[in-house]
């Protein structure tokens, strides 16, 4: 009896000495599962994982993704094509009426067609005037600006007030880019500048602008010119649209252009002159404007008829003109009389004759 007692206490012993064992081999292995864990990355079951970023990718993922950088597009260095300005609303025609001309050089207004600007001005009226070449003879945007001052200078003595005036560019509703000038002090007074290549005496253009011409635009020789500043392609048809825009808006009671190149009346005249006078009648038929306000001012060839600017009027328009001779280096006068010295139309300045359209 005794001995089955030893016995049964002998197999109790080995039964926890068993356990114990196992539990110290669990612990064991753990301790060393947990230290290859921190060394391989490896986390025991156990142990509370750290939580997966959303966005891991798997080793899987990371086989099968591009080994190149994706292309992106370079920023564009051009500049945005310009957007037209909105058309503004027609101004209130002025309560006196409203004296608009179209010509083809700066210059042109003072010599044949004046005192009419200067009058209108006095009495009150508004004045648009447009031109239509740069006036720069094949010598780029300098001479051409400095002859713009020139004109804005000149404008200040016929209004009898020197200030600053306010520059505007603006796009047409057909997409052409104009600049305006201003008076500050006098929003009834405009100046506007298309700035299409001088076209020479004769209509041959000039070698800088690539021989481009008013003539050879008109007798489709040319697809299209372009302006002097901005490069800007200008057909027949986009010009005479442009003209017939400006035409519009001014809301002109009289409208003075140069004599078209089809007229007796143009013979000897310069090729810049004859063209834009045709033009000009084109685009004010085209735009609705009566014939009765057209009025034609003879060009180069007034010089023989007789003398009809005297007095306070012929010495305004001598002060004028001479003001503009000082942004003009090509002109040669050293007084206001001396102007009228200048060779080819230094004579026109005591002439001013205008035809009408049934006269032409």
Known sequence: MEGTRRH?????????????WSIIGVVILGVIGFSAGAATG??????????????AVTASETAAAPTTTPEVPEPSTSAPAPVPSP???????CAVGTT?????????????????????????????????????????MTYATSRESGILHAYDVL????GAWAEEHVVLATGLPITRFTPADDPDIAVTFLRLPDGNLRGEGFEATGWESLARLNNLSLAAMHTVDTATPVSLDLLKQSVSELISAA????????????????????????????????????????VEAMRYATGYGNKDKPANVTGDA??????AFFEYTQYDHVMQ???????????????????EYFLTDAEL
């Not at 490896?42 to 966005?55: E, K, M």
């Not at 050089?105 to 004046?114: E, P, R, S």
């Not at 209004?159 to 020197?162: D, H, T």
């Not at 006068?333 to 002439?351: A, H, N, Q, Y």
């Open 8 to 20: 049964a206490r002998a197999r109790r012993r080995r039964a926890r000495l068993t356990v114990m």
């Open 42 to 55: 490896f986390i025991p079951i156990f142990a509370t994982p750290a939580p997966w970023p959303t966005s």
């Open 87 to 93: 058309t503004p609303a027609p101004p209130i025609p």
């Open 100 to 140: 608009m001309s179209v010509m083809a050089h700066y210059d042109d207004d003072l010599i044949f067609a004046n005192p009419t600007i200067a009058n209108a001005i006095a009495g009150g009226q508004c004045v648009r005037t447009v031109f239509i070449t740069a006036g720069d003879a094949g010598s780029g």
């Open 159 to 162: 209004r009898g007030v020197e």
């Open 251 to 290: 809301h002109p009671t009289t409208l003075i252009t140069l004599v078209p190149g089809w007229s007796w009346a143009a013979h000897r005249d310069h090729s810049d002159h004859s063209t834009v006078g045709t033009l000009v009648r084109d685009a004010a038929q085209a735009a609705g404007l009566p």
């Open 314 to 319: 012929l010495e305004l328009k001598l002060r």
């Open 333 to 351: 006068c050293g007084t206001p009389v001396g102007c009228l010295d200048i060779k080819m139309f230094g004579r026109s300045l005591e002439r």
